[in-house]
């Protein structure tokens, strides 16, 4: 798992996270090859701002990359 402490981060603060079976640099999270998993989103301690505005806050986009 990841968390503010650990994650490798771009100039932006932007960051990317790779589910593979093959062993990557930087955030890798290890998968079992061709087999079905959940991903789990969560947020701790948001900002009272943050939590009023849940359903207008954008969430990080996924994409599937197959190589």
Avoid: C, M
Avoid at 48 to 59: A, S
């Amino acid at each position: 798992s990841f968390n503010n402490l650990n994650i490798q981060t771009d100039t932006t603060g932007n960051f990317s996270i790779i589910i593979s079976h093959q062993k990557h640099t930087g955030n890798w999270l290890p998968s079992a090859e061709n087999a079905l998993f959940n991903l789990l989103f969560r947020l701790y301690k948001g900002d009272q701002e943050y939590i009023e505005r849940l359903n207008e806050v954008p969430l990080p986009v996924i994409k599937i990359v197959e190589k």
